[in-house]
T-cell receptor, first 115, second 116 residues
Framework: NAGVMQNPRHLVRRRGQEARLRCSPM?????VYWYRQLPEEGLKFMVY????????ESGMPKERFSAEFPKEGPSILRIQQVVRGDSAAYFC?????????????FGPGTRLTVL | SQKIEQNSEALNIQEGKTATLTCNYT??????LQWYRQDPGRGPVFLLL?????KEKRKERLKVTFDTTLKQSLFHITASQPADSATYLC???????????????FGSGTRLSIRP
């Protein structure tokens, strides 16, 4: 059973470009979470999605950031018009639908560098 | 909203000793609290979960306690080894209006170094 997969692992963008980060949850998991981790800082919650629904996006910046989890395919975190401050590691986690423990299984992360 | 504080950014101890990490929360007591390990360049890995009605939980050399009066959890690694060197994160579920929603918030972590 493959774990949570994220790609790309490293992404370099110039200021003003778009960044698309993909996350494939573990098989059978229908809940996906995105976190951002700045250097030497903790994980900051961004958004929680179930298939085709955004459940909680209270941690998402109001502009330039969006997330989706379509019926088919991976979850996508999209950052438009990237700025240097967007440079960070972005982690995706998934959990199963019926989990009562809310244990989250994390992917290896995508490290975004904005030049 | 709930805040989590982990006692120190870094902890450096001698191999073989017991490492003790602290996690304090500021608001309501969560139904449970989790501990994760994160190695450099990797995603966090779940270690242990302790429920509010459990005082203590053990897994091999790991022990977690949960004191809802003090609003604190302690994470112990006994007989520590250099391979235990990592960042340890405490996490809890923030209450939401949705019974099935699970927004997990994390502390900033404690970086543990075990010297030989």
């Amino acid at each position: 059973n493959a774990g949570v997969m994220q790609n790309p692992r490293h992404l370099v963008r110039r200021r003003g470009q778009e960044a698309r980060l993909r996350c494939s949850p573990m098989k059978g998991h229908s809940h996906v979470y995105w976190y951002r981790q700045l250097p030497e800082e903790g994980l900051k919650f961004m958004v929680y999605l179930q298939k085709e629904n955004i459940i909680d996006e209270s941690g998402m910046p109001k502009e330039r950031f969006s997330a989706e989890f379509p019926k088919e395919g991976p979850s996508i975190l999209r950052i438009q018009q990237v700025v240097r401050g967007d440079s960070a590691a972005y982690f995706c986690a998934s959990s199963p639908r019926t989990s009562k423990r809310d244990t989250q299984y994390f992917g290896p992360g995508t490290r975004l560098t904005v030049l | 909203s709930q805040k989590i504080e982990q006692n120190s950014e870094a902890l450096n101890i001698q191999e073989g000793k017991t490492a003790t990490l602290t996690c304090n929360y500021t608001n309501y007591s969560p139904a449970y609290l989790q501990w994760y390990r994160q190695d450099p360049g990797r995603g966090p890995v779940f270690l242990l979960l302790i429920r509010e009605n459990e005082k203590e939980k053990r897994k091999e050399r790991l022990k977690v306690t949960f004191d809802t009066t003090l609003k604190q959890s302690l994470f112990h690694i006994t007989a520590s080894q250099p391979a235990d060197s990592a960042t340890y994160l405490c996490a809890l579920r923030e209450q939401t209006g949705y019974s099935s929603a699970s927004k997990i918030i994390f502390g900033s972590g404690t970086r543990l170094s075990i010297r030989p």
